[in-house]
């Protein structure tokens, strides 16, 4: 990413700075709903809250370049392929079995709207919790607007539609308004993390609460990265005029969504960066190298993301995919059809943040229900 004049940006701001939108010629409107973001005077959209956020995000990356430390970042070879994938997709549409790709675009909304709970992270005095100071940086604005605009983006605020507003939006401008299965939110529940009880603490030694916001930022770029794939088999899906009744609208619409989540990528993964350039105190008055709980949080994540939680997954999605399929003439001739499309995928070796000391708990799969979108 080339950093035009970043470092001379300021690195301080306040929490209003961070949530201004600046004006927009044209407001976006997602079927009858008044969203997020808009259009300046070109047409061309801009995302909500980036007037200042982005190059003071942008400042923030060029502070921790200047100092000597890297930026972090998840291998995109990571993320699994789409189940079912574009063409899979396609071929059920074209079929008439529309139930699973339903089912997965209002997945894709609920899980954008879970997104808000981002705001209530506890965030603990991180200038005591580290030991070099964190002025002008991503984790002195975390409660500085940065976790509210976040939170803004995903789930909408006041009257003002966010991500799970335009995902609905383009599902139903593509697919005509479809008839909801009313059990996708009761299945999501019976998914995800509380199907394996809590989560054991990998790093005892820190502050509980640092543990919880390092882990959470952590789990929340995972699902950010992995939507990416999401994101892009929506906007693939949608824009096809073989399958959806307003490609040009509906692909657009997932287009939108896709550049506000460049932000959200940004500043967490500075925000980790920034804490594997630094020093923990633990609660014993000791100290640990930020880097090995940075590094330790995010490989126990991207091995379970990758691995048990795929497969979780994948089960979950093949059993109610056979199920809708009973609706069509022929269901087994079209099951081996669907499977002749199948992308095949083995997770890489190593997530690339195995190399610092002990991983802790490495096996315990984590992001839940919150692994389908960001
Ligand atoms: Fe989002
Ligand atoms: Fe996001």
Redesign the pocket.
């Known amino acids: 990413m080339s950093l035009p004049a970043a470092a001379d940006l300021p690195r301080e701001y306040s929490a209003e700075e961070l949530l201004d939108c600046g004006p927009y010629a044209e407001p976006l409107i997602a079927g009858d709903v008044r969203c997020h973001g808009g259009f300046d005077a070109d047409g061309r959209y801009r995302s909500p809250r980036t007037l200042h956020r982005a190059p003071a995000i942008r400042a923030w990356q060029a502070g921790l370049e200047r100092d000597g430390h890297a930026l972090l970042a998840i291998d995109p070879k990571l993320m699994p392929p789409q189940y079912p994938n574009v063409e899979q997709a396609g071929l059920l549409l074209r079929e008439g079995v529309r139930d699973p790709v339903v089912r997965r675009l209002t997945i894709i909304a609920i899980v ?1 709207g879970f ?1 808000a709970i981002i705001r209530d992270v506890r965030v603990p005095d991180l200038g005591s919790q580290l030991v070099e100071p964190i002025e002008g940086t991503v984790l002195a604005h975390l409660r500085k607007g940065l976790f509210e605009a976040h939170a803004r ?2 789930a909408g605020y006041r009257d003002e539609g966010g ?1 799970k507003q335009m995902w609905e939006a383009a599902r139903d401008l593509a697919l005509e308004s479809p008839k909801i299965p009313g059990d996708v939110l009761m299945r999501m529940m019976g998914q995800g993390p509380g199907r394996r009880g809590a989560r054991k603490r990998a790093f005892p030694r820190i502050d509980p609460d640092l543990e919880i916001l390092l882990a959470t930022m952590a789990q929340v770029l995972a699902v950010e990265v992995f939507a990416m794939g999401a994101f892009d088999w929506g906007e693939r899906l949608l824009s096809d005029p073989e399958v959806s009744a307003a490609p040009d609208a509906a692909g657009a619409m997932v287009g939108y ?1 896709r550049s ?2 460049s932000p ?1 990528v940004e500043y967490l993964r500075t925000a980790l960066s920034e804490v594997a350039a630094r020093t923990l105190r633990t609660v014993d008055g000791a100290t640990l190298p930020g880097r090995e709980v940075v590094h330790g949080l995010l490989h126990r994540n991207l091995r379970g993301l990758t691995r048990e939680r795929r497969e979780e997954q994948r089960g979950d999605i093949r059993q109610s995919l056979v199920d809708s399929m009973q609706v069509h003439r022929d269901p087994k001739g079209l099951l081996e059809r669907f499977d002749a499309l199948e992308t095949p995928w083995t997770p890489p070796e190593r997530t690339g943040f195995e190399s610092s000391g002990p991983s802790g708990p490495a096996d315990s799969a984590e992001g839940g229900a919150a692994a389908e ?2």
């Open positions: 954008e997104g983006d995903e991500h969504i506000d989540e959200h979108a960001g």
